[in-house]
T-cell receptor, first 115, second 109 residues
């Protein structure tokens, strides 16, 4: 039973739409992450938040906009996406941001299809 | 650049043993993780190695050689439910996780 939930689980959107992905963690963790997972490719780290502050933005296009209102919630706002943005978007959390052995706990992901 | 290599796909028989290898080249090293990901599900943590040697956890063991930039995940007494992708990830000197593309393990009866 995962302590990280994501909604929606599936999303189909047109290139002109605006939508948001939601992540919530019930583990009391302080760091949260957004990843993109495409078929047969490594997980791509998109954004990192530590105690609600963004600490990492790995050259992600501005059509992806993160929001972290508190340590338990993370959003990814999407607008004017491209078909190549179709992928599984995973949210994760960890007790601490940096340090050895702090494994990340993942949500089930949102399967996004851009038409 | 930073790189994690692992085989794309492996096949094994139920009840047997399989070893999934992972080699890495990263800027610094602060530990290596193995995750399991069933199709359509979240990755789940399996093991963490930061010192050389073998860590055993039930049917799963993970080995690390830092001098060789090498790790393996050993799965014993394979069960059908072990069919999944296995992801290797290394924490670099900036405590960022660098991920491999994953190894899809297929278990046959």
């Amino acid at each position: 039973e995962t302590g990280v939930t994501q909604t929606p689980r599936h999303l189909v959107m047109g290139m002109t739409n605006k939508k948001s992905l939601k992540c919530e963690q019930h583990l009391g963790h302080n760091a949260m992450y957004w990843y993109k997972q495409s078929a047969k490719k490594p997980l791509e780290l998109m954004f990192v938040y530590n105690f609600k502050e963004q600490t990492e933005n790995n050259s992600v296009p501005s059509r992806f906009s993160p929001e972290c209102p508190n340590s338990s919630h993370l959003f990814l706002h999407l607008h004017t996406l491209q078909p190549e943005d179709s992928a599984l978007y995973l949210c994760a959390s960890s007790l601490r941001l940096a340090g050895e052995g702090y494994e990340q706990y993942f949500g089930p992901g949102t399967r996004l299809t851009v038409t | 650049g930073q790189n994690i290599d692992q085989p794309t796909e492996m096949t094994a028989t139920e009840g047997a043993i399989v070893q999934i290898n992972c080699t890495y080249q990263t800027s610094g090293f602060n530990g290596l993780f193995w995750y399991q990901q069933h199709a359509g599900e979240a990755p789940t943590f399996l093991s963490y190695n930061v010192l050389d040697g073998l860590e055993e956890k039930g049917r799963f063991s993970s080995f690390l050689s830092r001098s060789k930039g090498y790790s393996y995940l050993l799965l014993k007494e394979l069960q059908m439910k072990d069919s999944a992708s296995y992801l290797c990830a290394v924490m670099d000197s900036n405590y960022q996780l660098i991920w491999g593309a994953g190894t899809k393990l297929i278990i046959k009866p």
